[in-house]
């Protein structure tokens, strides 16, 4: 695309493209932020995951200053918010829940306006960002015949108008079919590791997140349980580690791990035989020695590695159960 | 802001408003069908009976255009119409938020609306004015025509009129957000309740303070249908210049200075 390939990272950068400190908004008795203490990486796909009504739209709006936050600091590409507001979003693209239009105008004529209000020098971008997104041959059609796939890909365009140094998207894939999300996802790697922009993406779908991006938070009820990279967040957060074993004699091998001080717990499975450590994985290798040496064939020995899926449940969960009152709680 | 940016945005705005075709039809359907229908018929009139029906053109007729267009009725539609767009365009798009995340000050995306409608509701409007120059020379026969200075002030007349209240609901509609629901209340008040409160003798100089009361005091004409004959329009208050001046910069300091806070401070 036209828009520079390699963003200028502001001389001012911090390491992050956002970070807030004790981020805090309320609707009334309800509190939707609760203390939010986010740091997101430059340079990097950051996924921002919760369930529906966790809070993820709120602290994109507010960062965004679409609605004000009642306590806490913000920071957008090393600028304070809503401080060096102007500052900060110069360099920002985002979509904030479904990307709208203005129905009776084309796709390149919706540009023209948000091009007009960024600045002159955006005029020569929306050529390049409407080809990015694939929608150069329909450009000049009206948006109100434009499909959801095609709303969704006009407002990536938006976005670019900014040349982003960061984007921020909001459920980006809703609506979109299997071929969009995959077409999507590897846009944003591109934008990612080529270009080297940071993308923040908040979403519920976990499978998603784990595909697309390098780190991610899980926030619910407004506050973040546990951030990180994808693959400590999936592994970290489990204090138990297990493995799958294949073996030549499945009840003599449970009667080796029943012996075994290592194992907590043993048990058949679809993919073989279940083995929850009472340690580290290391302790792996003893627990295949001592099946060989009990002559028990090996053919197998994988850890488990827990998906986001597993993790992100887990730790909602346990916030569920840190809710339930003293005395109930079992 | 850097004026280049400010026009670019108040071209951005004008491209809004004048593609919605929906809201450019029927004001341009209210700005010259009544003009066109109002000659159409003295003109047939005419050519079927001189002798009871002067020529539709003249000065006569040109006054009585003035007060169609200008009068307090066709004209204050139009601007209605196009200020309320101007104002909640936006909003109603669902993109309002996606134009404050660029970071420009919403103040200055809520000053671009008010040039961009006064931009399409004046031409509408001089169209409109263009017309009934038109009528009244082309149908004039043998009646006197409008001197120069009469033809100017009733172009000022008309630009002032339907500019402030343009103005007007560029930012009552900002404030209310609602685009339904600020052109019945302008209309409702434009049309019905300034009528009415002006009628009701016992409010005395209150009564000045309605919008139309005030604008009209510059009209160059009587637009109450009086001058030659009364035809029983709407009551016309005597008041100064400059309380009809104030009364005007009131209505337009108070609503506009509300759109601007309500778009500064709502929740995008």
Not at chain 1, 26 to 52: K, W, Y
Not at chain 1, 245 to 266: H, K, Y
Not at chain 2, 166 to 192: D, E, N, T, Y
Not at chain 2, 234 to 254: D, Q
């Amino acid at each position: 695309m036209a828009a520079s390939p390699t963003p200028n990272l502001p001389s001012q950068a911090s390491g992050l493209a956002i970070e807030t400190r004790g981020l805090t908004k309320r609707f009334g008795e309800r509190t939707a932020l609760d203390g939010i203490d986010l740091q997101v990486p430059m340079g990097s796909a950051f996924g921002f995951l919760g369930p529906n009504g966790a809070g993820k739209t709120t602290i994109i709006r507010t960062l965004l200053g679409l609605t004000h936050a009642d306590a806490g600091t913000m920071a957008i590409l090393g600028h304070p918010v809503p401080a060096e507001r102007s500052a900060a979003l110069k360099r920002v693209g985002a979509i904030v829940e479904e990307p709208r239009f203005h129905m009776h105008l084309t796709g390149r004529e919706n540009l023209r306006t948000i091009a007009a209000v960024r600045g002159p020098e955006v005029d020569a971008r929306i050529a390049p960002a409407l080809a990015r997104v694939g929608l150069s041959d329909r450009a000049d059609q009206k948006v109100k015949s434009y499909s959801m796939g095609m709303r969704q890909r006009l407002g990536v365009a938006r976005c670019l108008l900014a040349d982003p140094l960061l984007l921020i998207l909001d459920e980006p894939t809703n609506g979109l079919d299997p071929g969009g999300i995959q077409e999507f996802r590897e846009m944003i790697r591109a934008m990612v590791e080529q270009e080297g922009r940071t993308v923040f993406i908040s979403s519920h779908l976990l499978d998603e997140v784990e595909k697309t991006c390098d780190a991610a938070a899980i926030v619910d009820r407004g506050k973040i349980i546990t951030q990180g990279a994808i693959s400590d967040l999936a592994d970290g957060g489990s204090a138990r580690h297990e493995l799958i074993l294949g073996v030549d004699d499945a009840d003599r091998a449970l009667g080796v791990l029943g012996a075994s001080a290592l194992v907590a717990e043993a048990r058949r499975s679809d993919e073989g035989l279940r083995v929850v450590l009472t340690g580290e994985l290391s302790s792996a290798a003893q627990i295949n020695a001592d099946l060989v040496g009990a002559g028990i064939g090996v053919a197998r020995l994988e850890p488990v590695r827990q998906s986001l899926e597993q993790r992100f449940l887990e730790v909602t969960s346990r916030l569920d159960a840190d809710l339930v009152p003293d005395g109930v709680k079992a | 802001m850097n004026p280049a940016i400010a026009l670019r945005m108040v071209g951005a705005d004008f491209l809004k408003i004048r593609k919605k075709y929906s809201t450019l039809i029927w004001a341009l359907v209210l700005a010259l069908l009544p003009v066109i229908i109002f000659f159409l018929v003295n003109a047939i009139e005419h050519s079927s009976s001189p002798a009871t029906h002067e020529p539709a053109g003249g000065t006569e007729h040109f006054i009585t255009g003035l007060r169609l267009l200008g009068g307090l009725f066709f004209g204050p539609l139009v601007a209605i119409l196009i200020g309320v767009e101007a104002g909640t365009s936006d909003l109603s798009a669902g993109v309002f938020r996606d134009i404050v995340v660029t970071g420009r000050s919403r103040l200055a995306l809520f000053a671009s609306r008010v040039p961009a409608a006064l931009a399409l509701c004046w031409s509408v409007i001089v169209l409109s004015y263009a017309l009934i120059l038109l009528g009244t020379f082309v149908f004039a026969g043998n009646l006197p025509t409008p001197s120069g200075t009469l033809i100017l002030n009733g172009l000022g007349f008309l630009l002032l009129a339907t500019g402030v209240l343009c103005a007007v609901s560029v930012g009552f509609s900002s404030l209310v957000g609602s685009k339904p629901g600020a052109i019945i209340a302008l209309i409702a008040w434009q049309l019905v309740a300034g009528s009415l409160i002006s009628s009701i003798s016992s409010l005395g100089s209150a009564r000045d303070g309605v919008l139309s009361q005030a604008l009209s005091h510059f009209s160059p004409v009587n637009l109450n249908g009086g001058g030659h004959h009364d035809h029983g329009g709407p009551t016309i208050l005597n008041m100064s210049g400059g309380t009809a001046l104030l009364v005007l910069i009131a209505w337009l300091v108070v609503f506009l200075g509300l759109g601007s806070w309500r778009t500064r401070t709502m929740d995008a």
